[in-house]
C-alpha cells in the first residue's frame, strides 16, 4: 500500500508501484484536471507539485512520490475561489483548447512560489516545457506577469502579446 498526500488529503492506493502517478490520480482519485499528453515528461501537460515542484507525472511511478505531498490542479483553487493564476487565465484570456493549461498553470505557481517577481524571460524560462499547440506563450506570460504585479513587462522583446 502507497500512502501520500494528495490536495491536503491522505491517501492510500494498492495500484501497482511502477504505475505512473498521473494515471493513480486521474483513474484512481477521479481527478481529471492533469492531461495526458505525450507519456515522456516532454509536454508539460501531466504537471502536479511534488512537494512543491512542478512535476511531470507521467513518468513518475506512485512509488516515488509514498509520504510526499501532492497537489493537482483541483488543489490549486475551486470554481468558488479561484487561485490567482486561475482568475489571471479568465482575465487575460488565456484558453483556446486548454488542455495544457492545468500544466501550464502548475508550472506558473511553482515558479511564482519560488520567484514571486520574475521577469518576462524568468517566465519564459520556467515555462518553457510546457508545450502549447494554440501559441498562447504571450498570453501566459502576461497572466502570470499580472499576478507577480508585473503585467507592464508582459511583452518579451520582439514578441507581440
Not at 62 to 88: F, K, M, W, Y
Request: proline share 6%; charged share 15%; with cysteine.
Amino acid at each position: 500500500m502507497i500512502e501520500f498526500t494528495l490536495n491536503g488529503r491522505t491517501v492510500r492506493t494498492d495500484e501497482d508501484p511502477d504505475t505512473p502517478l498521473l494515471w493513480v490520480v486521474r483513474d484512481t482519485f477521479g481527478l481529471k484536471g492533469s492531461k495526458y499528453g505525450c507519456g515522456a515528461a516532454l509536454c508539460g501537460a501531466c504537471t502536479m507539485h511534488v512537494d512543491g515542484a512542478a512535476t511531470r507525472t507521467c513518468v513518475l511511478p506512485v512509488s516515488a512520490v509514498a509520504g510526499r505531498s501532492i497537489t493537482t490542479i483541483e488543489g490549486l483553487g475551486t470554481p468558488d475561489a479561484l487561485h490567482p493564476l486561475q482568475a489571471a487565465w479568465v482575465e487575460h484570456n488565456v484558453s483556446q483548447c486548454g488542455y495544457c493549461q492545468s500544466g501550464q498553470i502548475m508550472s506558473a505557481a511553482a515558479l511564482l512560489a519560488s520567484t514571486p517577481t520574475p521577469d518576462a524571460a524568468a517566465v519564459d524560462s520556467a515555462l518553457a516545457g510546457n508545450l502549447c499547440r494554440c501559441g498562447c506563450y504571450p498570453r501566459i506570460r502576461k497572466a502570470v506577469l499580472a499576478v507577480a504585479g508585473l503585467a507592464h513587462d508582459a511583452a518579451a522583446p520582439g514578441v507581440r502579446s
